[in-house]
């Protein structure tokens, strides 16, 4: 049992620690929030030493009022909650797949895998030029062999085309985790369940489902924190045109190309709270099942 003395050894030896990574959240989290009160543009002469003109909540109304702002927020949900919905599905899918015995099945696991490891813009890269590309892509060919027109994917199809790429970038990680929590699954309770007749819908909906509950929780709050602030893609894709532009790319904007950094400091702040927003909805409506 931990003494009096030991627990306060132990918050010293911490205290660095937590200082520092308190220090790395707080600090940039602190300037931004100045930032966005202030009028801050460093190719007009701007600096910090000459001090910066306050202006208020001025920077806030403005990016709200940008016509950008609210498709963005748009294009970042259903961007979101499109990829969600494919991984945890194919997912699901995958992991039962993997779960069976097969032969080469280590390797097969590895090839599933595998594209969690490659770069953001690689993969965006190699998706747009090798496959989307409506005049040298690989689907083109497919179109044409059937005797179709080829489609222009990232302009006819932006949205679901970046939904694509991200998913396929982030089924892997959905993969892993539940393929790990149906390995622990009791074998004993299915087979009990087939040896009673229960067909193969109704042991999945009722035994193996609610087992990944759980597992799906996580899959959903962890790829959603990420894929809030999804960037890379878009940028090596579609340059947020067709109406891909998320809050992220929209800040982008807002501070490297128009050098205005108190309005993207704003758009910082708001997607912040975006983000709470949709993390207390998350934890309100599915993380109720961390607690089942």
Known sequence: MATQHSRSAARIMMAPAVILLLGWMLVPLTMTLFFSFKKYLPLRGDSMANGLEWVGFANYVRFVGSSSFWPSIQATLIIVGGVLIVTVVLGVLLAMLLDQPMWGQGVVRILVIAPFFVMPTVSALVWKNMFMDPNNGLLSYLWKAVGATPVEW??????????????????????????????????????????????????????????????????????????????????????????????????????????????????????????????????????????A
Do not use: C
């Open 154 to 291: 990232l302009s006819q199809a932006a949205l679901p085309s970046l939904i694509m790429i991200v998913s396929w970038q982030w089924l892997p990680f959905a993969t892993l985790i539940l393929l790990t929590a149906i390995q622990s699954l009791d074998s004993e309770q299915l087979e009990a369940a087939e040896m009673d007749g229960a067909p193969l819908l109704s042991r999945f909906w009722y035994i193996i489902l609610p087992h990944l509950s759980r597992a799906i929780t996580i899959v959903i709050l962890i790829q959603t924190i990420f894929l809030l602030s999804i960037f890379a893609e878009i940028f090596v894709t579609t340059g947020g045109a067709f109406g891909t532009k998320t809050l992220t790319y929209l800040i982008f904007q807002r501070v490297l190309e128009s050098q205005n950094v108190g309005l993207g400091s704003a758009g910082g702040i708001y997607a912040i709270i975006l983000a709470n927003i949709v993390a207390i909805f998350l934890m309100r409506i599915v993380g109720k099942n961390l607690d």
